[in-house]
């Protein structure tokens, strides 16, 4: 069983930067694929970004490629999104998901989630 937790979260200037962290609990986190999603109100949660477990392969969603980067330390069980010229559409609740196979990008493959962190962009 894995618990995530995310920080980072904030309130940041359009065009600028922020960090995310997925830390997670578990002996075996190496072994799982960890996502970010994110999730605006009135809107549906939608898949941001992936990473494979040993962290050789990534996948984004079109929307931030180029400015969005996702990485992993499984000595440190964390997950992290580097979220670079942020928008003001890029404002919502990012959360961390965790799984051992299936489709990266759907929400239901996933079977640990965490709390979520708020992103707020300013214009």
């Known amino acids: 069983q894995v618990q995530l937790v995310e920080f980072g979260g904030g309130l940041v200037q359009a065009g600028g930067s922020l960090r995310l962290s997925c830390a997670a609990s578990?002996?075996?986190?190496?072994?799982?694929?960890v996502g970010w999603f994110r999730q605006a109100p009135g809107k549906e949660r939608e898949f941001v970004a992936a990473i494979s477990s040993s962290g050789s392969s990534t996948y984004y969603a079109d929307f931030v490629k180029g400015r969005f980067t996702i990485s992993r330390d499984n000595a440190k069980n964390t997950v992290y999104l580097q979220m670079n010229s942020l928008q003001p559409e890029d404002t919502a609740v990012y959360s961390c998901?965790?799984?051992?196979?299936?489709?990266?990008?759907?929400?239901?493959?996933?079977?640990?989630w965490g709390q979520g962190t708020q992103v707020t962009v300013s214009s």
């Open positions: 578990g002996r075996t986190f190496s072994n799982y694929k």
């Open positions: 998901a965790a799984t051992v196979y299936g489709n990266l990008y759907k929400p239901a493959q996933y079977g640990y």
